[in-house]
């Protein structure tokens, strides 16, 4: 176990603990922006962009994550597109989960009763304000629980990027596997990290799920 | 959804809001076939879809191979899931038990490997255990993370159920076991199937972690292809395997979808309506 306190172990684990965060904060931020523009196309009343935010999802959704790494990894530079390999890993990781957000959005959108809609338009509310004091409000607590696992499932994708030339946990664990410290020593404080990631995104939400609770 | 009818966003739109509907209609086509003219061009710029770079895929070497790289990944993709559904299972039991220590010892096992990432656990297995046997790594690492999520969605379908009938079947005389085996969980396994599936889904794209850990499944097949071939056709190559994952993703959740709407022909019709 001691093995983060030899040589400059631990300044390569803290900068493979901060290439990890800030790969899922970006990431986090571009799949929740590209998340909701793609769940706005797919309940719009337009057939022609709902057809393509469900081609869309449907695509994406069921590619491998590891496929996009090597898609930004090696089909971009044959077109000529020269991107660092921490920008193609934020969008990558974006693209993957933001199909995931859309899929969140839509469904919390669809568990608002009709009923409510209706009897907002009854008293005379624009589109502007039904959406906004009526339907996203309730959408969003109904949201809030699947859009936890699906932001806490973010750094954890993270770890891929590792393998396509981006520096964070998943490399510390390459670098002193090659250095051959044991496997399970790195393997403790690789998992001592993750579990401090996720627990402290799961603390926040489920705060936030405190602070937005109703009763009904 | 229909357009011609009120959605919770949406009234019934009058004459001028389908003019509005329609014009969006065509702008978006237009963005649309704009945007898939300006891919397929920039393709065709740069010269991949010439025929010296599709070459390769005439061999037959190279199409065996093709072949070879997704029944590797099938090969991994069945294991996994007989491994994740058999540890599910063992979990959930372990779960839902009556003895403490046993409930303690399998809910920490489960968080603990919920909170893993897939890639870590599989590289430590490679690293430490399977040095020579990279699919063993895969499917023992696709396993026990798969299988612990496994178990939430088991425990989850099981609590589901009524409570009323197990109680009802206690007072009957029945016994913990025929509890589960004769109520709970034939009452349980239709609603849970569709997510059952979906977490089998998952696994079938997580074999393609295989890639980094030299297994020779579809991807790392492609990137063999790709780095051996005249031209380096990444580009075609991944034009060829990206449809092949997506097709075996989508037979998966088609099944799901087929058995999801198999169980709403039943008579447990519960609920369902109010959607």
Same mark, same amino acid.
């Given at each position: 176990?001691?093995?983060?306190?030899e040589? #400059?172990?631990?300044?390569?684990f803290?900068?493979?603990?901060?290439?990890?965060?800030?790969?899922?904060?970006?990431?986090?931020?571009?799949?929740?922006?590209?998340?909701?523009?793609l769940?706005?196309?797919?309940?719009?009343?337009?057939?022609?962009?709902?057809?393509?935010?469900?081609a869309?999802?449907?695509?994406?959704?069921?590619?491998?994550?590891t496929?996009?790494?090597?898609?930004?990894?090696?089909?971009?530079?044959?077109? #000529?597109?020269?991107i660092?390999?921490?920008? @193609?890993?934020?969008?990558a990781?974006?693209?993957?989960?933001?199909?995931?957000?859309?899929?969140?959005l839509?469904?919390?959108?669809?568990?608002?009763?009709?009923?409510?809609a209706?009897?907002?338009?009854?008293?005379?509310?624009?589109?502007?304000?039904?959406?906004?004091?009526?339907?996203?409000?309730?959408?969003?607590?109904?949201?809030?629980?699947?859009?936890?696992?699906?932001f806490?499932?973010?750094?954890?994708?993270?770890a891929?990027?590792?393998?396509?030339?981006?520096?964070?946990?998943?490399?510390?664990?390459?670098?002193?596997?090659? #250095?051959?410290?044991?496997?399970?020593?790195?393997?403790?404080?690789?998992?001592?990290?993750?579990? @401090?990631?996720?627990?402290?995104?799961?603390?926040?939400?489920?705060?936030?799920?405190?602070?937005?609770?109703?009763?009904? | 959804?229909?357009?011609?009818?009120?959605?919770?966003l949406?009234d019934?739109?009058?004459p001028?809001?389908?003019? +509005?509907?329609?014009l969006?209609?065509?702008?978006?086509?237009?963005?649309?076939?704009?945007?898939?003219?300006?891919? =397929? !061009?920039t393709l065709? /710029?740069?010269g991949?879809? /010439?025929?010296r770079?599709?070459? !390769?895929?005439?061999?037959?070497?190279?199409?065996?191979?093709?072949?070879?790289?997704?029944l590797?990944?099938?090969?991994?993709?069945?294991?996994?899931?007989?491994?994740?559904?058999?540890?599910?299972?063992?979990?959930?039991?372990?779960?839902?038990? /009556?003895?403490?220590?046993?409930?303690?010892?399998?809910?920490?096992?489960?968080?603990?490997?919920?909170?893993?990432?897939?890639l870590?656990?599989?590289?430590?297995?490679?690293?430490?255990?399977?040095?020579?046997?990279?699919?063993?790594?895969? =499917?023992v690492?696709?396993?026990?993370?798969?299988?612990?999520?496994?178990?939430?969605?088991?425990? !989850?379908?099981?609590?589901?159920?009524?409570?009323?009938?197990g109680?009802?079947?206690?007072?009957?005389?029945? +016994?913990?076991?025929? =509890?589960?085996t004769?109520?709970?969980v034939?009452?349980s396994?239709?609603?849970?199937?569709?997510?059952?599936?979906?977490q089998l889904v998952?696994?079938?794209? /997580?074999?393609?972690?295989?890639?980094?850990?030299?297994?020779?499944?579809?991807l790392?097949?492609?990137?063999?292809?790709?780095?051996?071939?005249?031209?380096y056709?990444?580009?075609?190559?991944?034009?060829?395997?990206?449809?092949?994952?997506?097709?075996?993703?989508?037979?998966?959740?088609?099944?799901?979808?087929?058995?999801?709407?198999?169980?709403? +022909?039943?008579?447990?019709?519960?609920g369902?309506?109010?959607?």
């Amino acid at each position: 176990m001691g093995i983060l306190f030899e040589k #400059d172990n631990f300044s390569l684990f803290v900068r493979g603990f901060v290439g990890t965060i800030e790969l899922s904060a970006l990431s986090a931020l571009f799949a929740l922006l590209l998340g909701i523009m793609l769940a706005a196309f797919r309940v719009s009343p337009v057939p022609v962009l709902r057809a393509f935010g469900t081609a869309w999802v449907t695509v994406f959704r069921n590619t491998p994550l590891t496929l996009l790494f090597f898609v930004v990894t090696f089909m971009l530079p044959r077109l #000529d597109v020269h991107i660092s390999s921490f920008t @193609a890993a934020v969008a990558a990781l974006s693209v993957y989960t933001g199909s995931f957000v859309c899929e969140v959005l839509r469904a919390g959108i669809n568990t608002v009763p009709l009923g409510q809609a209706e009897a907002a338009r009854s008293l005379g509310m624009g589109f502007g304000q039904t959406l906004g004091l009526v339907v996203l409000p309730q959408a969003g607590r109904a949201v809030i629980a699947p859009l936890g696992s699906v932001f806490i499932a973010l750094p954890r994708n993270s770890a891929v990027a590792g393998a396509f030339n981006v520096f964070e946990l998943f490399s510390v664990q390459k670098t002193w596997s090659e #250095d051959s410290y044991p496997i399970f020593a790195s393997f403790f404080w690789l998992a001592l990290a993750y579990l @401090a990631i996720g627990f402290s995104i799961s603390s926040v939400l489920s705060l936030l799920e405190r602070r937005m609770a109703v009763a009904r | 959804m229909n357009s011609r009818s009120a959605s919770v966003l949406y009234d019934v739109p009058g004459p001028r809001a389908r003019l +509005r509907y329609r014009l969006a209609g065509a702008l978006g086509a237009l963005g649309i076939a704009a945007l898939l003219w300006w891919i =397929v !061009s920039t393709l065709s /710029d740069k010269g991949q879809f /010439d025929a010296r770079l599709w070459e !390769s895929f005439e061999y037959n070497a190279v199409q065996q191979r093709i072949l070879d790289g997704a029944l590797a990944t099938l090969k991994a993709f069945g294991l996994a899931a007989v491994g994740s559904l058999v540890l599910g299972v063992l979990f959930a039991v372990g779960r839902l038990s /009556d003895h403490r220590p046993v409930r303690a010892v399998c809910t920490a096992v489960v968080q603990f490997f919920r909170a893993m990432p897939l890639l870590i656990m599989i590289f430590a297995l490679y690293a430490a255990v399977f040095t020579a046997e990279p699919m063993w790594a895969l =499917v023992v690492g696709l396993s026990v993370y798969n299988g612990a999520v496994q178990a939430e969605i088991i425990r !989850s379908g099981i609590n589901a159920v009524p409570r009323g009938q197990g109680e009802a079947a206690y007072a009957l005389g029945l +016994r913990k076991t025929q =509890v589960m085996t004769l109520l709970l969980v034939p009452q349980s396994v239709r609603a849970m199937l569709p997510a059952i599936i979906g977490q089998l889904v998952v696994t079938l794209k /997580d074999t393609s972690l295989g890639y980094i850990i030299t297994y020779p499944e579809l991807l790392f097949v492609g990137k063999w292809i790709a780095s051996n071939s005249d031209g380096y056709p990444y580009i075609p190559v991944l034009l060829v395997i990206t449809p092949i994952y997506i097709a075996m993703c989508l037979a998966l959740s088609g099944l799901a979808r087929w058995i999801e709407s198999r169980g709403r +022909r039943g008579a447990n019709r519960r609920g369902a309506a109010a959607a």
